[in-house]
């Protein structure tokens, strides 16, 4: 694929399953939670999974989410503890730092745009040590709503003065990218390799990238003799 990187002023970038393996928030959030949700409340484990499953439910697509503090509250359980005691397990997407090099190379603007809370933000940049390729670094919190509402990028627009025809974004959400489409953002990607231990997704509504490097013409990938640090250092 050729990609008109010409037509591309900012460069927007998920954080979990995009740029990040999203197993690291499954593995949280499906299993480790649910064992010390049944620790504490002296439950069977799968009575504790339904109950958690439950209330996960019933936040989907909303600020609470995200927000450790709120779910450390509503379980009883001391989030940012728990994540912290497996940040060892935080990993980046095999290309993702290429990508970063890349289109940092082409001077364009790029922009982290998470729904992650602050603390998770922060815990999982300085495992993975990519905050230095972004020019801004823009949490949901910051802005009062999540990416699935319109109101995250008005808001986003009133900040960064972004142009929506000149913008890219590649997001593993597909409620994320049809509320970026709708607000009028032009080239849009669903990444559909966002846990290096799920199967790859589809979707029908937007093309599908699964490695960034779809995105880079040949000269700037790995291959057979050339490796991705060879790559990097050209750059
Ligand atoms: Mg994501």
Redesign the pocket.
């Known amino acids: 694929m050729f990609f008109p990187w010409d037509e591309i002023d900012w460069v927007m970038l998920?954080?979990?399953?995009?740029l990040l393996d999203?197993h690291f928030d499954d593995y949280f959030w499906e299993t480790l939670v649910p064992q010390e949700y049944a620790r504490r409340h002296n439950l069977e484990l799968e009575a504790a999974r339904q109950e958690v499953f439950a209330r996960y439910q019933r936040e989907e697509g909303t600020l609470n989410w995200t927000d450790i503090d709120f779910w450390s509250r509503e379980l009883d359980l001391d989030i940012p503890a728990l994540k912290e005691g497996i940040r060892h397990l935080i990993e980046v997407h095999p290309d993702s730092e290429l990508f970063l090099r890349y289109v940092r190379g082409l001077r364009k603007k790029v922009i982290l745009v998470?729904?992650a809370h602050y603390k998770t933000l922060d815990l999982k940049m300085n495992q993975v040590g990519l905050l230095g390729y972004f020019d801004q670094v823009i949490s949901s919190f910051d802005l009062g709503a999540p990416k699935e509402h319109r109101q995250f990028w008005e808001a986003l627009e009133a900040r960064l003065g972004f142009a929506p025809q000149r913008t890219l974004l590649v997001?593993?959400?597909r409620e994320v990218l049809q509320a970026a489409r709708d607000y009028g953002i032009r080239y849009l990607f669903f990444k559909g390799i966002?846990s290096s231990q799920a199967p790859a997704e589809t979707s029908r509504r937007f093309p599908v990238l699964h490695y960034f490097t779809e995105l880079m013409p040949a000269e700037a990938q790995a291959g057979p003799g050339r490796t991705a640090e060879d790559v990097l250092a050209e750059i």
Request: aromatic share 0%; proline share 0%; charged share 40%.
């Open positions: 998920d954080m979990d399953g995009t999203k998470t729904n997001d593993d959400n966002s």
